[in-house]
């Protein structure tokens, strides 16, 4: 069983930046696909980006070349690095891993276990 925590999440203004943190439970983090996808009220949950245990990142096209994705094996922990914000990536964004080396996933049925979830505002 892996447990996903987010945090990081709150009220930003458009333009601004945020950094999401989301740490994983278990000892073999470093074998995890990880991912982090966002849902909008009244909109399907959308992929915005992917690492693998082998350092692949992916990106979801409406967050390229402003968001970043990292992790830190040693910390248990994968970052979400969000700049120039919009308010259209007003969203819970969720966290989730798949236990499984060499892929990433770019949809949420692929990943096995999630996060709760934190909320990010961003005003005009």
């Known amino acids: 069983q892996v447990q996903l925590v987010e945090s990081g999440g709150g009220l930003v203004q458009a333009g601004g930046s945020l950094r999401l943190s989301c740490a994983a439970s278990?000892?073999?983090?470093?074998?995890?696909?990880m991912g982090w996808f966002r849902q909008a009220p009244g909109k399907e949950r959308e992929f915005v980006a992917a690492k693998n245990s082998r350092g692949a990142t992916y990106y979801g096209d409406s967050v390229k070349g402003r968001f970043t994705i990292s992790r830190d094996n040693a910390q248990n922990t994968v970052y979400l690095q969000m700049n120039s914000l919009k308010p259209e990536d007003t969203a819970v964004y969720y966290c989730a891993a798949k236990p499984t080396t060499g892929w990433a996933f770019i949809y949420s049925r692929d990943y096995d276990y999630w996060g709760q979830g934190t909320q990010v505002t961003v005003s005009s």
């Open positions: 278990g000892r073999t983090f470093s074998n995890y696909a």
